[in-house]
Each structure stands twice: as structure tokens, then as C-alpha cells.
């Protein structure tokens, strides 16, 4: 299935003649349909097997960011940063002040498929609110 989009008129450039893509009719895929697609190509992996596998990774992943450490895999990258305002160099961090953010990147994995994926413009559709600045 193709990434569809169409075209609006860019608000955001002083440009009259510039547009931008909007993404639209995305279908979602879950854990689930993925696991399908995997069994369904003569794997030999259960799909019971492959859940216990995708639980255990999940935990990895989210008890290792606990512990802050950034990940790398070849599907993504991720690594947690620290944002707000500190006022002196000696200022620890206050929940009420400052907040922990995860940063995501694609890995190499995503970005190789990257020239493979299909594009399709369509008809735009009317889409409110419309961003002016």
C-alpha cells in the first residue's frame, strides 16, 4: 500500500506558491498484525513464541531506559534527554521544573526501506483547523 497524500498551500513560508504534503488514510498496524505477517511467511517461530519474545524485548528496552541508557538496534535509536529551564549551574533537576523526553530515530534497518516505500498524491480534503503561523 502506497503513503497517500495531497497537497495544501504552505501558511508557514511567505511563498504564494509553495505547498506542503499532508499524509493521509495511514492504516495502523499493530503488535499483533505483525506477528501475523511474521507466522504467516513459513517462520517457525509460534505466534505465542514470538509475544513472549516481543514482551521480554519491550521490557529490555524500557527497563535499560530506566536505568539511562540510550538504546540502538537496528530498527530505531532512542535516548533520554533532560529539558527545561535551569537558573544555576549547581540546579538539580525538579520534576515540577524540568522533564525526562525520549529522542527517536529510525535505525538503519527503517532508513534502508526508506527508497522502497510507494507514494500516491490524492485529493485533498478540507481539514480544520489550518495552520497560519
Do not use: W
Not at 86 to 101: L, M, V
Amino acid at each position: 500500500m502506497p503513503v497517500r497524500f495531497y497537497l495544501v498551500d504552505n501558511q508557514l513560508t511567505a511563498d504564494p506558491n509553495d505547498f506542503m504534503a499532508v499524509t493521509t488514510d495511514a492504516q495502523v498496524l499493530g503488535e499483533e498484525q505483525i506477528i501475523e505477517q511474521m507466522i504467516s511467511r513459513g517462520s517457525t517461530v509460534t505466534k505465542a513464541e514470538a509475544l513472549g519474545v516481543l514482551e521480554e524485548f519491550s521490557l529490555s528496552v524500557s527497563e535499560s531506559l530506566k536505568n539511562g541508557f540510550a538504546i540502538r538496534t537496528p530498527l530505531f535509536s532512542v535516548y533520554p534527554t533532560v529539558q527545561g529551564v535551569f537558573n544555576a549551574p549547581n540546579e538539580g533537576f525538579t520534576k515540577n521544573k524540568h522533564s525526562i523526553r525520549l529522542n527517536m530515530r529510525p535505525g538503519k534497518r527503517l532508513t534502508d526501506s526508506i527508497p522502497s516505500i510507494a507514494v500516491e498524491r490524492v485529493e485533498g480534503i478540507s481539514v480544520k483547523p489550518v495552520l497560519v503561523s
